[in-house]
């Protein structure tokens, strides 16, 4: 009951509002719509009026009403508002070779934007780049049909020349199809291994048609080194040889010395000369061992020279003769002197004859022949030392053939045997007295 007394009451209060006529015209005061709105209510506006003018290039759209109409508070004429805009038209856009490249739409007057970016592939001689339209586009007055149009530049390369090292000796833009100016004078510094001949460049430089990177091209050549090699103040060999070849060394010969150098080098390096040095072949103190024994350099002369017997090999003989001299190497010596147990290594030895050449018999020389029984001794036999028979213990009998005999030492016949007898020294000197 209490909700249809509210209803009541509200329609009561409606009935006593005014009323108020809005009326809603077109731009030329025509009447679209006419009506009567409660104080306070909204007003229905009609459909929106189309503008009945044209223009060419512009459009003019319905842009809502000139007056508030929601809450409606007197009597009220309503026109449209209306608002310009120019009109739009499709721009396309178009290969040189007549593909669409694509479109757009401007509005009259303004400029295209352009959006569309066209490109020429380049050919071997020629780059075409893009320069423009063939039409105004800066301000846009109906459909447009655009075609590209492309520039015609002849090719320009980039060249560079670079040294084998890596380093950049020249760079210069070339034009298609022309020729390069590669720098002049390039060389490569020698070193020790070779030395070094421009070659060229790494590509041809006539025609170029691309950019290139071109390096120095060079020939590697072998040092040449001369080696010389001298005895004493003569010219044995000269050669011309490479770096890094084997160095062969002449083989010399000198009679009684041996060949050494100044300088021992297996490879070319430099240019060298090189020295024999020659050293006698038995200087004094050497020992020097055949097939007959070992023997000590005395005098290393060459004519003249003499030796010591240190050993003498004849195993099997009863009988040995020792020779008078000895050959060493290219020369012979003469054996002068006989060393301790010299001849011990003579096992079956009974007899010993020494020849001429024998001037000294060293402490115990003869020492040592078990079964030697006689010694005939040369005539120039001057020194007999001590002990010179000492452990001889089958020796009879000593024979002396010359008169030079001067040196005899007291104890030349200690640990020899007891009865030994001595022939041709009742003509030496009183010396000999010892036997």
């Known amino acids: 009951m209490a909700e249809q007394g509210k209803a009541a009451k509200k329609k009561r209060i409606k009935k006593s509002l005014p009323k108020h ?46 007056q508030d109409y929601s809450e409606v508070r007197s009597n009220l004429v309503i026109k449209p508002l209306w608002r310009r805009e120019p009109k739009k038209y499709l721009v396309m856009y178009f290969h040189e070779n007549g593909a669409m490249l694509g479109m757009e739409s401007v509005a009259y007057g303004s400029p295209a934007l352009k959006t569309v970016r066209p490109e020429k592939d380049s050919d071997g001689e020629y780059d075409y780049p893009f320069i423009g339209w063939n039409c105004d586009l800066s301000a846009i007055k109906g459909d447009t049909r655009a075609k590209a149009v492309f520039g015609k530049v002849r090719r320009v390369f980039t060249v560079r020349f670079y040294h084998e090292d890596g380093s950049l000796l020249k760079e210069e833009q070339v034009h298609y199809d022309e020729e390069a100016h590669p720098p002049a004078n390039v060389i490569k510094p020698r070193d020790e291994t070779y030395h070094y001949e421009f070659a060229g460049w790494s590509y041809p430089t006539d025609h170029i048609r691309s950019s290139l990177n071109i390096h120095a091209v060079f020939k590697y050549i072998y040092n040449e080194y001369t080696i010389s090699f001298y005895s004493e103040e003569t010219l044995s060999r000269k050669e011309k040889l490479h770096y890094g070849d084997s160095i062969q060394y002449p083989v010399l010969n000198r009679k009684g010395y041996d060949l050494s150098w100044d300088k021992y080098l ?37 004519h003249q020279g003499t030796v010591c017997c ?79 028979f000492a452990d001889d213990v089958r020796l009879k009998n000593l024979v002396f053939t010359g008169k030079n005999l001067r040196y005899v030492d007291k104890r030349v016949l200690d640990q020899a045997p007891g009865r030994i007898s001595v022939e041709g020294t009742n003509k030496l000197s009183p010396i000999t007295q010892h036997f």
């Open 21 to 66: 006529v809005v009326v809603f015209q077109d731009e030329q005061g025509a009447v679209l719509k006419t009506g009567f709105v409660i104080h306070g209510q909204a007003a229905v506006p009609p459909k929106p009026p189309v503008f009945k003018e044209r223009e060419e290039h512009y459009q003019i759209l319905f842009d809502g009403w000139d």
């Open 310 to 388: 240190l050993r003498y090999y004849r195993p099997g003989e009863k009988k040995v003769k020792l020779p008078p001299e000895i050959r060493l190497g290219d020369y012979y010596y003469k054996i002068t002197e006989i060393d301790a147990c010299a001849l011990k290594n003579c096992a079956r030895m009974e007899t010993l004859i020494l020849p001429d050449s024998i001037k000294k018999i060293r402490d115990k020389g003869l020492a040592g022949c078990r079964r030697l029984r006689r010694v005939v001794f040369g005539k120039e036999i001057k020194s007999l030392g001590k002990y010179i």
């Open 266 to 302: 297996s490879t070319v390096t430099e240019d060298q000369e090189i020295r024999a040095i020659w050293t006698f072949s038995n200087p004094a103190g050497k020992i020097v061992s055949t097939a007959e024994g070992d023997f000590r350099i005395i005098n290393p002369s060459i």
